[in-house]
Every structure is written in structure tokens, then in C-alpha cells.
């Protein structure tokens, strides 16, 4: 039954996400791509572009989203519950013995070897979302390079750039490079 299957995927997704936000977009798209095959990456890029664009935290906007697409607004239930029960109580386990123990050097040292972890995490979910705008595959390959999307390149670069430098609101960045794409791609 596809509740039970929702609810047993963001169970994992909630209990195995460490970092948060963009840490566990890898985690996510095991689950709702690679292994249940229930979103292509293209689609799992979609739901991570309307999950930031949402209020809340990404994997819960993602969760209900997938939970909506495949079992419609119980399904969004179950999925969101899914995602956020496991957080929810290992936070609360967590907060308590780390306010208890944070100054001993073996909490410290875990946190300091988790950061370098959680950063591979976010590259690697970036790097297959970048792939797939750049060149419409999941990985990168030599014989992809002539079917490079310039247009996303072009965008993307002047987004990363007024990010940089000006430190503008990703909203404004947002709703920038959505109104170039529409004039790239559909009057263009």
C-alpha cells in the first residue's frame, strides 16, 4: 500500500538526514528516485525548486509534495509526518544531552568530523542538479559537452554572481531568473 510506503521512506529520510536543508536532498532523492523510482530526477528537481521557493524547511515542503503527487492530500500527510517524526524526537533527545555534554572534546570532536560530511552531502545533490541543468543528464560525461545548455549556463552564472556580490534576496534572484527563463526559453 503506497501509505505505508510513503510513510516508511520519509521515516528513513527523517531518522538518516543530518544537516538539514540541502544535507538532505541526497538523502531524499535516494528514496523518492533511486530506490522507489516514484520521481525522475527531473521531477525531483522540480519539487526541490518549488521547496525552496515555499515557506518551511525543504524536506518537509519536498515530503508533502511527493506525498501529493503519489496519494494526494493523505498522502502529503503521511509523508510530512513521516519526514518529521524521527526529527522531532531525535532532537529532543539530542538538545537534552548536548546542552548536557557540549563542552567535552569527543561531542566537539563528532561535530567538527560531521561538518566536512554534511558538506560532500550538499556538493553531491548540487553537482547532480547542476548536471541535469547543464547538460539534461545526471552525470557529467565527456560526450555531453557539446549538448550543454548555454541559456542555464548563462543564467546560472549571472545568478551566482549577483549572489556573490551584491547579496541580493534569493527571492529577487528567484523571480529574476525565472522571468529570463521565460523570455529564454519561450521567446527566444
Known sequence: MIYWKLLWSFLQVGLFSFGGGYGILP?????????????????????????????????????????????????????????????????????????????????????????????????????????LAFFNTETFQIHTLPNIDWKAVVIFGACLLIQRWKKTDPIYIMLGSGAVGVIAYLVL
Open 27 to 131: 538523502v531524499i532523492q535516494q528514496q523518492v528516485v533511486s530506490e522507489n523510482h516514484w520521481l525522475t530526477l527531473k521531477e525531483f528537481t522540480d519539487v526541490v525548486t518549488i521547496s525552496q521557493m515555499t515557506p518551511g524547511p525543504i524536506a518537509l515542503n519536498a515530503a508533502t509534495f511527493v506525498g501529493t503527487k503519489l496519494a494526494g492530500p493523505l498522502g502529503a500527510v503521511v509523508a510530512t509526518l513521516g519526514c518529521s517524526l524521527p526529527t522531532a524526537i531525535l532532537a529532543l533527545i539530542i538538545g537534552h544531552y548536548y546542552y548536557k555534554y557540549r563542552d567535552m572534546s569527543l561531542v566537539k570532536g563528532v561535530f567538527e568530523g560531521l561538518r566536512p560530511a554534511i558538506v560532500s552531502l550538499i556538493a553531491t545533490a548540487g553537482l547532480s542538479i547542476l548536471f
